[in-house]
Each structure stands twice: as structure tokens, then as C-alpha cells.
């Protein structure tokens, strides 16, 4: 093992720590603390460009703006990733990193972590919250994130990136509560709901 492989292994131990300190929170448990309510999101309720779409790439744009730290394209690796959508909506909505850098299933915990006075980890979703999904059809081993508009108790509505087709946008799309959870679910969730 070289010298550099041994370094980097290093200064990996206190960041997997770190990731661990917080239970995993998937639906049933008592941890829930989201509520309802609307971002007051001004597009239009299901609104979809798809991978080749140019105003798809303009969107795209102003998500990878401000410092984002997923990498647009890197090589021949389309970088429109859920990761970097709800980094960047994040953004739009917070005017801070989320702190996120990691695979979709675990963006929620590190929001958490990052911001620990203004996020709590929660089974329930509330507005303008960030969700992680632990397995999806589409990312098996990655999971997938994603950002909450609203949720009125019967329903919720997120946007998300990397949908239908490679770096396909969904915009305030609505889901009823049980169909999100029976899509996006299955494995576990959880939301990095804004305190109250």
C-alpha cells in the first residue's frame, strides 16, 4: 500500500464516522418532525424538460451557479445528477451550500450534519426540505435526492434532476403521499426538514 493510499484512507476514518453518528431514519420510526406547508414555488405543478431540451441546459446552469460542488462534466460523465439538482435548489432557496457531497441516499443526513441548528432528520417531509431515497429502480447503489415544494399531508410535491432521461428535470411535480412512498421508499427515506 503506498504512502498515499494510506494518507487518504487517514483522513477518511473521522469523515465515515461522522456519516455514522445519526441512526438510519426510514418510515415508521418516531422521528417526525415535518409538517405542511408550500415553498410558494412559481412553476407551473408538473412541469418536465427533458435531457435534450435547451432550456433543460439553461436550468442546469443556473443549478451548477454559485459554487456547486458536483462536477458538471467530467470527462464523458454527464454531471446533471440528482445530487447536483437538489444541491442547487438548495441553494436557490437557502443562499448556503447544503453541505451535501455524497450519494443521493445520504444527502438528507449530511444536510443534517452540516447545518444541525436549522435541519433536523426526519421520516416526514415538510417544505422546502430535501429528501433521500435509499434505493430507487433507476440508482440501486447511489439512491436518489431530491427537493420538496410543498406537502399538504395527502400529497407532496418535489423537482428533481436526472428524471425519465439522462439529466431530465422534473419541476414541482405532484405524487400523492402514498405513491411517493411506494416509489421512493421502498428501502427507507428520509427528509432534512427546516426547524420550525
Known sequence: MGPYVLLIMLLMIP???????HPKVSLGTEVSAGYTGSSNITIKEGTYYSGSDPANYRIWDSIFANGNPFPKYPGSYDGRQCTAFAWGRFYQTYHVSSGARGDGKVNAKEIVLAHPEQFVLSSTPAPNSVFSSE?????????????????????????????????????NWKYSWQDFKNHFCKRGCSFAVPKK
Not at 15 to 21: Q, V, W
Not at 146 to 154: A, K, P, R, T
Open 135 to 171: 434505493w430507487t429502480l433507476g440508482s440501486p447503489v447511489h439512491g436518489h435526492v431530491g427537493y420538496v415544494e410543498s406537502f399538504d399531508g395527502q400529497s407532496i410535491w418535489i423537482s428533481h434532476g436526472n428524471t425519465q432521461t439522462p439529466g431530465g428535470i422534473q419541476l
Open 15 to 21: 469523515i465515515l464516522a461522522l456519516l455514522n453518528t
